[in-house]
Every structure is written in C-alpha cells, then in structure tokens.
C-alpha cells in the first residue's frame, strides 16, 4: 500500500517551453501532497504544499507564478514548470499524505527535468 | 529555518559490517522518520518513530527516537550491497507539519 507514482520521469525540453509533472497517489486519498527539489548530492528542498481543493502554500523564494501547482483531487496533483529555463533543470519529487495529522509521507519515484 | 545534522555525510564499509548513522536538531520534534534512496529514485520510508524513546526495527534496520526528542539514530546491522544508498533522517515539529530533511548519508558498501 501508500504507492504514489510520477509522470514522466524523464523529460527534456527547450528552454521557454511549460512542462507539466503529474504526481498520483494509486492506492490512497492523499488530502495533501508535497513538491520537492533535489539537485545532484543534495538533500530535498521543499517547493511546496498542497492540500487538494486549496491553492498551494508556496515555501519562501519559490515562485508560484512559475512553479503552478494544482490539486484538483484527492489523488491527483500536478506542478507546472513554466517558461523552463536551464536553471529549472533538476530533479522533482511529490510526496503525498492522507491526512493532516497523519504524519508519513510517501514519496513518488521523482521526475528528472533537463531543459536545453 | 529549521536544520537537521545527519552525519556522518559518507561511509564506506565492507559487507557484514554494521553501520550507525544520526540526526540532531536544536528544535524538539515529535516525529522522526528514517528514508532511504537510490540514485534516481525517489526517497523510500524506512521506519516512523513517534514517542520519545521509542526503539523500532525493520528487519536488521533499527531506529531509535532520542528521550530529548532532539535526535534519533538509524543502525544497519550485517550490511549487504544492495544497502547502498543515500539516507535521510527527517523530523515533523507537529502534526501536520511539513518534514525538515537531514543532508543525508551516502552509503557505499563493499562486497
């Protein structure tokens, strides 16, 4: 139980271009889902919070207007990437929980983002 | 913001070793949670610890939640290599909170 899956999980793309990341809990209602950045041997650097039904809570130094985050269902977020650059070029992981007080998070597999 | 320290950040050991790892914190929290992750993977839930003092295992990991509720550790015991990866503590404040991640643990072992 608690798998959550990413789509996809690899992608590049030109710079100037929207990505979209989705990010699906397959055997749980996830209430609020999590996005992460990682760059190479670095710890995971939270993007932002998203509980599904609500705009996201986005972490200090993250753009909301470039990094749109979605959560139109209890299984289902989506983060888009947009007008990438080559700086945005990183690897991004969605975790999800199913409930506030619940405290586990699951973590999907992670999306690698490569924008030329 | 909030900081763990993991360390150590890297160790190399031989297969059959035990390993120990920790994460302390300055802050009090109330949940420690142990991950694991491979290269391009996303991070893998190990243990959950949510009472000060609290000792888990899964299997011939064990983790510990500190009685200061300031740290916790992680032991491997009888490494394998397939227990290659990066490890992470992280800790939750409250309940509902988000997670504040250790930098991790790079784990190489040899066969």
């Known amino acids: 139980g608690a798998v959550v899956s990413q789509h996809p999980s690899r992608v590049i793309c030109k710079s100037g271009t929207s990505v979209k990341i989705e990010c699906r809990s397959l055997?749980?209602?996830?209430?609020?889902m999590f996005w992460y950045r990682q760059f190479p041997k670095q710890s995971l650097m939270l993007m932002a919070t998203?509980?599904?039904?609500?705009?996201?809570?986005?972490e200090q130094g993250v753009e909301k207007d470039k990094f749109l985050i979605n959560h139109a269902s209890l299984t289902l977020s989506t983060l888009t990437v947009t007008s990438a650059h080559p700086e945005d070029s990183s690897f991004y992981i969605c975790s999800a929980r199913w409930g506030f007080s619940y405290n586990e998070q699951f973590f999907g597999p992670g999306t690698r983002l490569t924008v030329l | 913001g909030q900081q763990l320290n993991q360390s150590p950040q890297s160790m190399f050991i031989q297969e059959g070793e035990d390993v120990s790892m920790n994460c302390t914190s300055s802050?009090?929290?109330?949940?420690w949670l142990w991950y694991k992750q491979d290269p391009g993977e996303g991070p893998v839930l190990l243990i959950a610890?949510?009472?000060?003092?609290e000792l888990t295992s899964n299997g011939r990991l064990t983790a510990q939640f500190g009685i200061t509720r300031k740290d916790s550790f992680l032991n491997i015991s009888a490494s394998i290599p397939s227990d290659v990866g990066i490890y992470f503590c992280?800790?939750?404040?409250?309940?509902?909170?988000?997670?504040?991640f250790g930098e991790g643990t790079q784990l190489t072992v040899n066969p």
């Open positions: 802050s009090i929290f109330n949940t």
């Open positions: 610890l949510y009472k000060a003092g």
């Open positions: 992280a800790g939750q404040m409250a309940s509902g909170s988000r997670l504040t």
């Open positions: 055997d749980f209602q996830a209430t609020t």
């Open positions: 998203s509980n599904e039904g609500s705009k996201a809570t986005y």
